[in-house]
């Protein structure tokens, strides 16, 4: 069975401080990885990793793919309180019946790191 | 920029009522997908459409049924809502391939008494 697990489930942090989520998962057919930022509302779209070693970055949050450890990793470095949020990771899953092979972008999501940082 | 839309931000409903939960988005997109978010449990796949008229059931289809008649909409069912049924409802969508992110709605939270 396909599935993804994060940790830690939650994580409280003061400003400043620099973090470190996990995500790990087990797919039959692996073709990408995905974060999410959730605050309030709907998940907002973070990245996408396809390939191993190679760093994606977007200000002070940054993201990396283990293809063959089945892991990747989200930084963020000199949080803010605005960092608060849960973050989400999330793996396309298969459905035999759908067409292109049941690549359909289905997604398998963790349950979340929420991530509480302190003035 | 993709907007994903849903009809109500907060709806509370009765037992046993029939429950209709709309999805629009404007970007073309073939790939509709509506979630439940309950806390402790994450995300949860309830069906997902990769076509017009097309539908797959996701992780917990159970009580609940889809429609999609127009590319743009995407229309999830409570046939007879249930209290178990209480809980964040999130819509998206994407483009087709799995290479493509989805872009969620607001959400609708709805309360079953």
């Known amino acids: 069975e396909d599935k993804v697990v994060q940790s830690p489930l939650s994580l409280v942090v003061h400003e400043g401080d620099t973090v470190t989520l996990n995500c790990s998962y087990e797919?039959?057919?692996?073709?990408?990885l995905l974060w999410y930022k959730q605050e309030k509302k709907a998940p907002t779209f973070l990245f996408m990793l396809t390939s191993s070693g190679i760093e994606k970055k977007s200000g002070r949050l940054s993201s990396i793919l283990d293809k063959k450890e089945l892991f990747s990793i989200l930084n963020i470095t000199a949080t803010q309180t605005g960092d608060s949020a849960v973050y989400l990771c999330?793996?396309?899953?298969?459905?035999?019946?759908?067409?292109?092979?049941?690549?359909?972008?289905?997604?398998?999501f963790g349950k979340g790191t929420k991530l509480s940082v302190k003035p | 920029d993709v907007k994903v839309t849903q009809s109500s931000r907060y709806l509370v409903k009765r037992t046993g009522e029939k429950v209709f939960l709309e999805c629009v988005q404007d970007?073309?997109?073939?790939?509709m997908f509506w979630y439940r978010q309950d806390p402790g449990l994450g995300l949860r796949l309830i069906y997902f459409s990769y076509d017009v008229k097309m539908k797959e059931k996701g992780d917990i289809p159970e009580g609940y049924s889809v429609s999609r008649e127009k590319k743009e909409r995407f229309s999830l069912i409570l046939e007879s809502a249930s209290t178990n049924q209480t809980s964040m409802y999130l819509c998206?969508?994407?483009?087709?391939?799995?290479?493509?992110?989805?872009?969620f709605g607001p959400g609708t939270r709805l309360t079953v008494l």
């Open positions: 998206a969508s994407s483009l087709q391939g799995v290479y493509n992110e989805q872009f």
């Open positions: 970007m073309d997109h073939e790939n």
């Open positions: 999330a793996v396309p899953g298969n459905v035999p019946s759908a067409p292109y092979g049941g690549s359909q972008g289905n997604l398998i």
């Open positions: 797919v039959t057919n692996f073709r990408s």
